[in-house]
Antibody, heavy 125, light 106 residues
Framework: EVRLVESGGDLVQPGGSLRLSCVASGFTFSGYYMSWVRQAPGKGLEWVAN????????YYLDSVKGRFTISRDNAKNSLYLQMNSLRAEDTAVYYC??????????????????WGQGTLVTVSS | EIVMTQSPATLSVSPGERATLSCRAS??????LAWYQQKPGQAPRLLIYGASTRATGIPARFSGSGSGTEFALTITSLQSEDFAVYYC????????FGQGTNLEIK
């Protein structure tokens, strides 16, 4: 059974930093793209970033580029999201997701096959 | 950015009845479309990918259809556990979600 457990969410002031972690089990972690997806309170879902199996390729939502960094440690079955220069609009539950990749028009894209329970990040003074 | 628009925002249906949820893309996404179910306080769950393929463990009463820009999720014989919020998501070019349809008990 796939299990994804996020941690690291907290209350942080605007301009502050936070590092989220996600520990995976129940599948071969190194074989899959992984993503972070967020959901602001009472709002819909928004993809934030994803990372290739070996960490060699990383992709980001425009509004977080230059502020957030996604990384992974395959030896520890762990995914991370380093969040810097946090803004009020970053307030959300952050979900870790196991991706399933698909090749379309010669490019690799993903959908989100399994999700963790989420961790809440609140950016407020 | 590909904008996904779901309708209606809220759908009221009686248990045992059929529900049809719609999703429209602002440009063609081929069949690169997924549907997710989210219950209050829970993470989303993948229902459908490739516009019409049920994910592992998803009951046959859930079906997806469409391609290009128009998609639908149909749930036949609604069960109490099916009342939730449903999101469509395109993965043809980057990743964007619809705003959700709240399926509520009539």
């Amino acid at each position: 059974e796939v299990r994804l457990v996020e941690s690291g969410g907290d209350l942080v002031q605007p301009g502050g930093s936070l590092r989220l972690s996600c520990v995976a089990s129940g599948f071969t972690f190194s074989g899959y793209y992984m993503s972070w997806v967020r959901q602001a309170p009472g709002k819909g879902l928004e993809w934030v970033a994803n990372i290739k199996q070996d960490g060699s390729e990383k992709y980001y939502l425009d509004s977080v580029k230059g502020r957030f960094t996604i990384s992974r440690d395959n030896a520890k079955n762990s995914l991370y999201l380093q969040m810097n220069s946090l803004r009020a609009e970053d307030t959300a539950v952050y979900y870790c997701a196991k991706d399933q990749d698909v090749i379309t028009s010669g490019e690799i894209v993903v959908y989100f096959e399994s999700w963790g329970q989420g961790t809440l990040v609140t950016v407020s003074s | 950015e590909i904008v996904m628009t779901q309708s209606p925002a809220t759908l009221s249906v009686s248990p045992g009845e059929r529900a049809t949820l719609s999703c429209r893309a602002s440009q063609s996404v081929s069949n690169n479309l997924a549907w997710y179910q989210q219950k209050p306080g829970q993470a989303p769950r993948l229902l459908i990918y490739g516009a019409s393929t049920r994910a592992t463990g998803i009951p046959a009463r859930f079906s997806g259809s469409g391609s290009g820009t128009e998609f639908a999720l149909t749930i036949t014989s609604l069960q109490s556990e099916d009342f939730a919020v449903y999101y469509c998501q395109q993965y043809n070019r980057w990743y964007t979600f619809g705003q959700g349809t709240n399926l509520e008990i009539k």
